[in-house]
């Protein structure tokens, strides 16, 4: 995420603000050039007052962003409208990355098969949350801490978070656009992630059965991404994306860090790519890998957990390569 300042005193403000806390201005996301404005009358999100949505309206009455969903909780649902606040600020950040990786992002209204988020507001898990033919649904229950902390130790996981939902399911999405059939990507997928004409239902159940094989970590970024080459590449897309979007941040805040003195580049298990190939996502990992120990550390001093509680082997370093190269002008020749 970039840094913003108020257009009128020159501030900090940031991605969310609905006005400047200094002087006052009502201001707006302007998705078009990515940056905040004044709000001017008639141009606010229809969103704005439901569920904070600073964006400024496109032709739909709704911002670039509430415009991509389709389905919500009724107007007059209060619980379900403010996890579904909760929801569309996280939505808000992942559309403003992908538009920053120049990604695709084109909506249900435009086209038919475009992508579409339908929130819907189980109480506790009734709803699956995935995606099909571009649409991603959401189940608002996991806004809720205690349940998504529940769910998040019964399931092990490290980590789990509605952005974290949101980058997962979006790398479904891209999957088929960025590892067309036939394409050179798509044989490098294979080659990395495996053949994801495997049956899917039939690894699923495995999965839950068994479990992660013995030794997972070694190659693959979380247990969940074992189950299947599809949740593989979403769940390796997913960490591109905290990557991509973390180091922005760093940069944007003037954060670098320079330390520690014990710092170790040989035999450290996270940092080692014997296997790599592509210099691009090495010199990204040899930002972004310092940064991590240091905003872990940073994290334990509060007495929380680790900011980003993972280990990224070479294997997963050569699978987040080629998602780097897609990201890339690579693109143009990898995708057709
Ligand atoms: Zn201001
Ligand atoms: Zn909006
Ligand atoms: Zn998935």
Redesign the pocket.
Known sequence: MRAFA?P??H?LVVFESLE?L??G?ALAFQWDARGIAPLHDGLACANRDLVSCNGRAGPSGYCLSCALTRTRPADDDDAGRARLAKAEMAKRRLIFELLELELPVVGYRERPDGLAFDMLNSRSGEVSTGHSDGVITLDLAEVDDVHREQLRTQMHEPYRTILGHLRHEIGHYYEPILCPPGSASRMRYRELFGDERADYQKALKRHYEKGPPDGWSERYVSAYATTHPWEDWSETFAHYLHIRDTLQTSIAYGVTVAGPDVFIVDEAPLYSFPAATSDGINGLLDKWLPMTYALNALSRSMGAGDLYPFVIGPTVTEKLGLIHALMSTERVSLTV
């Open positions: 108020c009128i005193c501030r400047c200094h002087c201005t």
